[in-house]
């Protein structure tokens, strides 16, 4: 080889690699983070990372596809595998579809090769949590403290009573004796209504001030009873089935709106139906920890699916036979004259869950939570702009303290173009535009967030 040859080489070789030094840091390059939140979002509900769940398992998908020679098309299978399969260009998306009983796959078209890219990154690169085990949170222990206190201060409390009524009957024996042993004459015998009466009449104006206190002291507390008629703080109705919020929506990481999917469309939130759990469960029988298969039997018997066929049990018709449906209890209660829609206050004034419902990770069956744990949860998650309250949950009084506290975001820039024509219409009030100004902050109740009709038939 001539040397100028030798030479030109050594100069190609050299600005490839200084072009490639510099151009690293803007080469796009997959982010584990982003693909957790997409995998969350789009893929927990079907797929699992380590091993096959209703759809093929995604650790190592990228390298299979590869592997099959049809690495590209794995961003068209995920935005729309039915158009590639109809294609006939990929003998790889035929078999994952004869595989897994022909069940097509949900069609994700916005979802762009990087975000692909970083959901099966963050696949690759999954290491599972180490399982620990159950902890009793700080309510419950503090629930269970506060129940045992009060037991034992009740039974104190008897056992003085006992105690008192004993020595006054010892004490009224001796004074008896007393007097026999001295020779005084003993009268007859006076009942406790009689000496109260003589009693009461010495002693009238003490007698009135216990009376007038008494009277105040019950009046008070009928009225904290009467203020705890339809609140349900830390309700927890039994369920059919034994469904584990802090597996699903906690270890699983399955978003809520998954099974409560009517939650930004409509004013109920929704329960799944047992389809929507069939999903998963088809192939999930039990837990990794070996539990739950008798829970799992339940929504099996009511789909009308057989495990051990890995098929629905279908009638010579070939429908479907399914079993009883599951009723569940429900835990949220309002007063049939209320109107709270779950679109409105998601969808359009962005309400984190967490606001109205609590950790709903860390608990098993659904529950109402409490104003104080809902508060516990404001300093460690400002960025879900909770806010805290006073009023007990689920009460007007809790609604009304919110509409008076929650900001709203207004104006030409708002990210939400709801609130953008509330502040174009706001602009022609300057009566109402000039008060609102003046705090520099807009809240639900400037909005008419307290107007009898908004929330009262």
């Not at 970083?118 to 949590?129: F, G, S």
């Not at 495990?307 to 309002?334: F, R």
């Amino acid at each position: 080889m001539k040397f100028h040859s030798v030479k030109k080489l050594g100069i190609i070789c050299l600005f490839s690699t200084v072009f490639a030094l510099f151009a690293n840091p803007f080469v796009a390059q997959e982010d584990a983070a982003a693909g957790k939140e997409l995998f969350k979002a789009n893929c927990a509900s079907c797929h699992k990372i380590d091993k096959k769940s209703t759809g093929p398992q995604l650790k190592g998908a990228k390298q299979i596809w590869a592997d099959a020679g049809e690495g590209e098309l794995i961003y068209e299978w995920v935005r729309d595998n039915g158009a590639l399969r109809s294609s006939g260009k990929s003998k790889r998306a035929a078999a994952v579809f004869a595989e897994f009983n022909q069940q097509a796959m949900t069609t994700f078209p916005k979802l762009s090769n990087e975000d692909i890219d970083n959901i099966l990154y963050y696949a690759d690169t999954y290491a599972p949590p180490v399982e620990e085990g159950p902890v009793a949170t700080e309510t419950e222990a503090g629930d269970t403290d506060k129940g045992g206190v009060k037991m034992w201060l009740l039974i104190l409390g008897i056992v003085l009573l006992f105690v008192t009524f004993a020595a006054l009957g010892v004490r009224k024996k001796l004074a008896y004796i007393a007097a026999a042993e001295r020779g005084e004459e003993i009268g007859e015998e006076k009942s406790a209504m009689d000496k109260l009466g003589a009693w009461i009449y010495k002693n009238w104006l003490f007698a009135l001030l216990i009376f007038v206190v008494v009277l105040f002291a019950g009046l008070a507390d009928l009225m904290t009873r009467l203020a705890t008629i339809g609140v349900y703080e830390d309700y927890q109705p039994s369920q059919v089935v034994a469904y584990d919020h802090s597996l699903h929506a906690g270890t699983m990481e399955i978003d809520c709106r998954y099974c409560h999917n009517s939650v930004e469309k409509s004013k109920h939130a929704g329960l799944p139906t047992t389809n929507v759990c069939m999903n998963c469960h088809k192939v999930v029988h039990e837990s990794k920890k070996g539990t739950g298969a008798e829970e799992i039997a339940k929504l099996h018997a009511a789909a009308g699916f057989d495990k051990d066929l890995g098929d629905y049990v279908k009638d010579a018709d070939g429908n479907v036979v399914e079993g009883k449906p599951i009723v569940w209890n429900k835990a949220h209660n309002l007063p049939d004259h209320v109107f709270f829609s779950h679109k409105q206050h998601v969808k359009v004034g962005g309400i984190d869950c967490m606001q109205c419902h609590g950790d709903v990770k860390t608990y098993t069956l659904g529950r109402v939570s409490t104003t104080a744990e809902i508060n516990a949860l404001v300093a460690d998650n400002s960025d879900k702009g909770l806010i805290e309250l006073t009023k007990p949950i689920l009460t007007m009084g809790w609604c009304i303290e919110c509409h008076d506290k929650k900001q709203i975001e207004v104006g030409p820039d708002a990210s939400n173009p709801y609130y953008q024509e509330i502040h174009e219409r706001l602009t022609l009030r300057p009566d109402v535009y000039k008060n609102i100004k003046e705090d520099g902050m807009v809240t639900v109740q400037e909005l008419g967030g307290w107007e009898c009709a908004k929330c009262h038939y």
